[in-house]
């Protein structure tokens, strides 16, 4: 079974300022390895799939990056709405189930 | 635009069952993988189980084997998930989500619906 973790658990970081989050799977996962967005009392959202490929509608801000075992999401400058949680995934050609990291929360400092 | 309802969530004690649905529309219900994923209070996403396009293929997490049943109807867009046995750990929002399948790296979820919200107590 693949454990997925992420670091920190918390991140404060000012507006404007850039922002890095890590993830590592257990074993290489190649670049089956998404990154979402949640929101307080929201449902999650969509970032990045295939490790660095932004999904539909998601600003240039956020890029992802990564391979194998270790993976990397960049939010070059925050704003006020990406203040949330964010997640890992990693998938599967088949069948497909999913595990997730534990998450990042992105705070104001 | 892909839309996703979830219904059927609500209060049952322990021991009890409970079916949830999640509506879909704005794609061809019928050609996407779909998948349920929940998230106890205050904690993270756990996937709980998934069924191919047909339905013919489900698969389940281990905590839930034996104990959930994942289905679907594609004349009515409609995916559901039969819970029995339920016990205060399987307290959480339930996420209907949609299994996108990408040709290099496979499977991931690309949409999710807002969640409904099982609670086991007595």
């Known amino acids: 079974e693949i454990v997925m973790t992420q670091s920190p658990a918390t991140l404060s970081v000012s507006p404007g300022e850039r922002a890095t989050l890590s993830c590592r799977a257990s074993?290489?996962?190649?670049?089956?390895l998404a990154w979402y967005q949640q929101k307080p009392g929201q449902a999650p959202r969509l970032l990045i799939f295939?490790?660095?490929t932004r999904a539909t509608g998601i600003p240039a801000r956020f890029s992802g990056s990564g391979s194998g075992t270790e993976f990397t999401l960049t939010i070059s400058s925050l704003q006020s709405e990406d203040f949330a949680v964010y997640y890992c995934?990693?998938?599967?050609?088949?069948?497909?189930?999913?595990?997730f990291g534990p998450g990042t929360k992105v705070d104001i400092k | 635009e892909v839309q996703l309802v979830e219904s059927g969530g609500g209060l049952v004690q322990p021991g009890g069952s409970l079916r949830l649905s999640c509506a879909a529309s704005?794609?061809?219900?019928?050609?996407?993988?779909m998948s349920w994923v929940r998230q106890a209070p205050g904690k993270g996403l756990k996937w709980v189980s998934s069924l191919s396009g047909s339905g013919t293929s489900t698969y389940y997490a281990d905590s839930v084997k034996g104990q959930f049943t994942i289905s679907r109807d594609n004349s009515k867009n409609t995916l559901y998930l039969q819970m029995n046995s339920l016990r205060a750990e399987d307290t959480a929002v339930y996420y209907c989500?949609?299994?996108?399948?990408?040709?290099?790296?496979?499977?991931?979820?690309?949409?999710w619906g807002q969640g409904t919200l099982v609670t086991v107590s007595s």
């Open positions: 995934q990693q998938y599967n050609k088949w069948p497909p189930s999913f595990t």
């Open positions: 074993q290489s996962v190649s670049s089956n």
């Open positions: 295939g490790a660095s």
């Open positions: 989500a949609r299994a996108n399948y990408d040709t290099l790296t496979g499977y991931y979820i690309d949409y």
């Open positions: 704005g794609f061809i219900f019928g050609t996407y993988a």
